[in-house]
């Protein structure tokens, strides 16, 4: 049955692969091919264990909806990449760098391309177990030992990003805020994330975060508050063989922007909430280096956009977001 369930979700993520067009980066967890399985977007509350190191290589490409009114000019689409690199420092603490590269691309103008803002994050987990309440996680809590369905893991994360990147290259001579690889100034965000292991195949995962950016030339990215959760149910697993495990995954991710500002005024046509939906799926490979490989589509299925008339290229107007990621664990 599981096999069967496996190949179906398999078959209908092809499925709408080979239907969108041709061919950042936000969360994901800690994902590993022991432990519970992670998400593609929730954050996952999973530690790792003392010394362990996690680096992972991540791509989301998004093309967006054309609309006549922004001809010729209309944003064509967005790709992020990024590499992380995670350590343990202790069960409970594990902190990470992100390096970004974006590319953006727009009719008529051309690309911008480049590194983005470089990320430092840190992350403290901990876990109720019944009768015993609440405690910082210990070696057998980790994400490679994790096998406990009486536990509920929680972390609090925190990330600042650093304007390393460019942002001040120019499109039809015109240097848009929207269309460079970095932000230009620093950014904060905080965050709390929950795992339940309901069985040995199925845990539920819950996150929250919210982003704040600053100002830089009388111009202000609108901050970000996001609310995800997911489901992730192991469809497939041998122990010992090549491919290890296949979770299926099936995620909610609400993103809520506020508008931009500019001399201190909210901008016309930006910010508004989105609803996605992503299906996806996870790969491991213990024979090669520990290795996981996740991809997801992410659909926008509900959107109130300020000003939606007026917006082009933005969160919400994308046809689908496809997402993969690849990572390995030492």
Do not use: C
């Amino acid at each position: 049955m599981k096999i069967l369930l496996s190949i179906l979700l398999a078959a209908a993520l092809g499925f709408a692969l080979g239907r969108s067009s041709p061919a950042l980066a936000h969360h994901g967890g800690v994902s590993l091919t022991l432990g519970a399985g992670s998400p593609m977007e929730t954050a996952s509350p999973l530690t790792l264990p003392e010394g362990g190191l996690v680096a992972s290589a991540r791509m989301e490409y998004a093309p967006f909806r054309k609309f006549a009114f922004a001809e010729p000019e209309n944003k064509d689409s967005f790709t992020f990449y990024s590499l992380s690199f995670i350590y343990g420092f202790r069960p409970y603490l594990s902190t990470g760098i992100v390096v970004p590269y974006a590319v953006k691309t727009q009719d008529t103008f051309g690309t911008n391309q480049g590194l983005g803002d470089l990320g430092l994050n840190i992350m403290l987990g901990f876990h109720h177990e019944p009768g015993k309440g609440f405690r910082l996680n210990r070696a057998e809590d980790t994400a490679v030992a994790l096998d406990n369905v009486r536990k509920t893991y929680l972390a609090l994360t925190g990330n600042v990003t650093f304007p390393t990147g460019k942002n001040d290259l120019a499109l039809g001579g015109e240097v848009a805020p929207d269309m460079q690889p970095g932000f230009g100034s620093p950014s904060f965000t905080l965050g709390i994330s929950t795992l339940k292991q309901l069985t040995r195949d199925f845990g539920l995962l819950a996150e929250t975060s919210y982003q704040l950016f600053t100002e830089k030339d009388h111009f202000k990215f609108g901050n970000e508050w996001r609310l995800n959760a997911a489901g992730v149910y192991e469809l497939y697993g041998r122990a010992g063989a090549f491919l290890q495990t296949v979770n299926g995954i099936l995620e909610l991710n609400l993103l809520h922007l506020s508008p931009d500002t500019e001399n201190g005024q909210a901008a016309r046509a930006s910010g508004g909430t989105i609803l996605y939906l992503s299906p996806g799926l996870r790969f491991s490979f213990p024979g090669i280096q520990n290795a996981n490989l996740g991809v997801a589509m992410k659909f926008p299925i509900l959107k109130n956009l300020n000003d939606e008339s007026e917006q082009q290229g933005t969160e919400g107007l994308e046809q689908y977001r496809l997402v993969m990621t690849w990572s390995f664990f030492f």
